[in-house]
């Protein structure tokens, strides 16, 4: 978090939101992520269910406090990203009590199959990569419903980091899910994240507007220092094209 910190005062962000992820879900991944990632499957049983470590409410603020004092040039918010918000309320309003979060994305990484719960990659072995996608767009609609515990939908496009790098993901094809999943998250008066780890879609962010979204979040889903803001210039350029204008502070909602 200190590198975070101190990448940020380099490279002129003026803000930093530490969204820490709070997952109640118990998901399968596939082989290939648990090969891929030796810290996930250091949580993973022998059948790959993967089982979160209880989140330290204290832990992470004392982290939060720490990185304030040694930064006070730097202004930064606390916070969360609720995995499955929807399915785990009770679990995240004790820790929403435990301590003060600046800022909350919920955000939904897989869907329920059977009594598993598969992320993206499984999902397309399951369903098939389209009928995944339609599906998991599908169930955002129930995800703001079933909780409001959060402000900041969270990348919305999250299967589309697993498309086949050989293929050109076109979102039109799903222009009719797009479009009723982000008016679910305008009606329910959220803010759509323009998640640059893979940039969102110009299109999506049209279909947003139209929708009825007014504000938009930055988030660059860092996980670590070298990554922060990667890939915020265009994002910074497909939300101007689309209207949206910064706020009074760095930290603020971009709207319209
Ligand atoms: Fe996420």
Same mark, same amino acid.
């Given at each position: 978090?200190?590198?975070?910190?101190?990448?940020?005062?380099?490279?002129?962000?003026?803000?930093?939101?530490?969204?820490?992820?709070?997952?109640?879900? @118990?998901?399968?991944?596939?082989?290939?992520?648990?090969?891929?990632?030796?810290?996930?499957?250091?949580?993973?049983?022998?059948?790959?269910?993967?089982?979160?470590?209880?989140?330290?409410?204290?832990?992470?603020?004392?982290a939060v406090e720490?990185?304030?004092?040694?930064?006070?040039?730097?202004?930064?918010?606390?916070?969360?990203?609720?995995?499955?918000?929807?399915?785990h309320v009770k679990?995240?309003?004790?820790?929403?009590?435990?301590?003060?979060? #600046?800022?909350?994305?919920?955000?939904?990484?897989?869907?329920?199959?059977?009594?598993?719960?598969?992320?993206?990659?499984?999902?397309?072995?399951?369903?098939?990569?389209?009928? *995944?996608?339609?599906?998991?767009?599908?169930?955002?609609?129930?995800?703001?419903?079933?909780?409001?515990?959060? *402000?900041?939908?969270?990348?919305?496009?999250?299967?589309?980091?697993?498309?086949?790098?050989?293929? !050109?993901?076109?979102? !039109?094809?799903?222009?009719?899910?797009?479009?009723?999943?982000?008016?679910?998250?305008?009606?329910?008066?959220?803010?759509?994240?323009?998640?640059?780890?893979?940039?969102?879609?110009?299109? @999506?962010?049209?279909?947003?507007?139209e929708e009825g979204?007014?504000?938009?979040?930055?988030?660059? #889903?860092?996980?670590?220092?070298?990554?922060?803001?990667?890939?915020?210039?265009?994002? @910074?350029?497909?939300?101007?094209?689309?209207?949206?204008?910064?706020?009074?502070?760095?930290?603020?909602?971009?709207?319209?």
């Amino acid at each position: 978090m200190e590198g975070t910190c101190a990448r940020a005062l380099e490279i002129g962000v003026p803000a930093v939101a530490f969204t820490e992820h709070l997952d109640h879900i @118990v998901w399968t991944a596939d082989r290939e992520t648990l090969a891929e990632s030796p810290h996930l499957a250091s949580f993973a049983d022998a059948q790959g269910r993967v089982t979160a470590p209880p989140f330290d409410v204290e832990g992470y603020l004392s982290a939060v406090e720490r990185c304030r004092e040694r930064f006070p040039g730097l202004r930064i918010l606390s916070g969360l990203e609720i995995g499955e918000p929807h399915l785990h309320v009770k679990a995240v309003a004790v820790i929403l009590r435990a301590g003060r979060f #600046d800022r909350v994305l919920g955000s939904q990484h897989g869907l329920p199959v059977g009594e598993t719960f598969y992320e993206p990659p499984m999902l397309f072995e399951h369903y098939g990569r389209e009928e *995944a996608l339609r599906r998991y767009l599908g169930a955002v609609p129930a995800v703001v419903a079933g909780s409001d515990n959060f *402000a900041v939908f969270a990348h919305i496009d999250y299967p589309v980091r697993f498309w086949p790098t050989d293929e !050109m993901f076109d979102p !039109m094809a799903y222009e009719e899910e797009f479009r009723l999943a982000l008016r679910a998250i305008a009606d329910g008066g959220r803010v759509l994240e323009l998640n640059s780890k893979l940039p969102l879609h110009p299109e @999506v962010v049209r279909w947003w507007r139209e929708e009825g979204g007014r504000a938009i979040s930055f988030g660059s #889903d860092a996980h670590y220092p070298a990554a922060l803001a990667e890939g915020f210039r265009e994002a @910074v350029h497909i939300a101007e094209a689309h209207g949206f204008r910064a706020g009074r502070h760095g930290h603020d909602f971009w709207t319209c």
